[in-house]
C-alpha cells in the first residue's frame, strides 16, 4: 500500500467517524442551512419558519424548546466591547423597555447582568453583548459612553436594523473599531453616527452599504483625530441632507469623496467646516442643482483650499466661504 492510499484510507476513515457521529454531523448541517437562511431572508421572517414548520425542525434535529438560545446563536447581534480601566460610565445606552433583548456579560462570564453602566469598584476588561432580533434600531445606543477603547462586531446576520442615528455620538474614548461583520444594508439614517469620536484615527468603512441612506448630516463630525477617510465604496444616491458631515474633522488631510452622488441633497452648509489640515478636495462629480443652503460649507478650511476651489468650481455660492464666528 503506497501512501497515496494511505492518505485515502484516513480520509475515508475520517468521514465513517463523522457519519457516525450523527449528532454533530446534523448540528453541522443544521448551523449551516440556518445561517443561509438568516443571510438571504429577514430574521423575523426565519424564525417564523423554523418555529411553525415542525418538518424543518425534524430534517435538521433543531429543538427550539429553549427559544432564548436559538435567538442568542441564529438571530443575534453579538459584540465585544473593552472599557478604559478604572473608569466608569455607561458602557451602553439602551430604553428600559429593551432591556430584555439585550444580554449582557462581563469578562466572559456566563451569568447575565442586568447592569448598562460600570460603577468605580467594578474590575471589568471585557463586555460581551449579545442583541436578539426585537431589536431594529441603534439610535443613541452608545451615546456618551466615554468609559469604551474598543468595540468588535464579532456577529451579524441580521438586516432588520434600519436606524443608526447618533449610534456612537460622544465616545470621546473609543480607539478602535471593528466593523468587518457589520451589516448597513437597510440603514436609512447615518446621522451624527459617529459625532464626537475624537480619538478614532482610523476608519475601515469598505463594507459599509449605504444604498438606502437618506441622512447623512454630521456623520464624522467632531472626529478631530482621523487623518484619512476613504469614501468611495458609499453610495449617496439618495441621500438629501449633507450638512456638517466632516465639521471639525480638524486633522483631515486626505478625503476620498470620488463616487459621491449629490443630486439629491438639499443642504451642504457647513460640511467641511474646521476641516483645516485639507490641502486637496476633487469634487468635481459633485452636482449642486437642488442645493438650498451651502452657507459656510468651507468655514474655516485653509486660505490654500478655499483658493483651489474657488478657481476650479464655479458652482459654489461665495457664502460656501465665509468663515463662521
Known amino acids: 500500500m503506497d501512501s497515496k492510499d494511505i492518505i485515502n484510507t484516513e480520509k475515508e476513515i475520517e468521514k465513517l467517524n463523522l457519519i457516525k457521529s450523527k449528532n454533530k454531523f446534523i448540528n453541522l448541517k443544521s448551523d449551516f442551512f440556518i445561517q443561509k437562511l438568516f443571510g438571504i431572508m429577514q430574521t423575523k421572517i426565519s424564525l417564523k419558519i423554523i418555529k411553525c414548520n415542525i418538518k424543518i425542525q425534524k430534517r435538521l434535529n433543531i429543538n427550539i424548546n429553549n427559544y432564548k438560545d436559538f435567538s442568542e446563536k441564529f438571530s443575534s447581534i453579538e459584540l465585544e466591547i473593552i472599557p478604559i480601566q478604572n473608569e466608569y460610565g455607561p458602557f451602553i445606552n439602551i430604553q428600559k423597555e429593551d432591556k430584555k433583548y439585550f444580554h449582557i456579560y462581563f469578562n466572559d462570564n456566563k451569568e447575565e447582568t442586568i447592569k ?24 443613541k445606543l452608545f451615546s456618551d459612553c466615554e468609559c469604551i477603547e474598543s468595540i468588535n462586531f464579532k456577529k451579524f446576520y441580521r438586516n432588520n436594523i434600519t436606524d443608526m442615528r447618533g449610534m456612537f455620538w460622544g465616545c470621546s474614548s473609543l480607539k478602535k473599531l471593528n ?7 437597510n440603514i436609512t439614517n447615518m446621522r451624527y453616527m ?11 468603512l469598505s463594507n459599509f452599504d449605504t444604498n438606502n441612506v437618506t441622512d447623512m448630516r454630521g456623520t464624522f463630525a467632531g472626529c478631530s483625530s482621523l487623518k484619512e477617510l476613504n469614501l468611495s465604496n458609499f453610495n449617496t ?22 463616487n459621491f452622488n449629490t443630486n439629491n441633497v438639499t443642504n451642504m452648509s457647513f460640511m467641511f467646516e474646521g476641516c483645516s489640515s485639507l490641502k486637496e478636495l476633487n469634487i468635481s462629480n459633485f452636482n449642486t442643482n437642488n442645493v438650498t443652503n451651502m452657507s459656510y460649507m468651507f468655514s474655516k478650511c485653509s486660505e490654500e483650499l478655499k483658493l483651489k476651489i474657488r478657481s476650479q468650481y464655479k458652482i459654489f455660492q461665495e457664502i460656501a466661504f465665509n468663515d463662521y464666528y
Open 116 to 139: 448598562t453602566k460600570l460603577n468605580k469598584e467594578d474590575k471589568v476588561s471585557k463586555i460581551n453583548i449579545i442583541i436578539n432580533y426585537q431589536i431594529d434600531s441603534f439610535k
Open 179 to 185: 466593523f468587518s461583520n457589520f451589516n448597513t444594508n
Open 194 to 204: 459617529f459625532r464626537g469620536c475624537s480619538s478614532l484615527k482610523e476608519f475601515n
Open 237 to 258: 444616491n439618495n441621500v438629501n441632507n449633507m450638512r456638517a458631515m466632516f465639521y471639525g474633522c480638524s486633522s483631515l488631510n486626505i478625503l476620498n469623496l470620488s
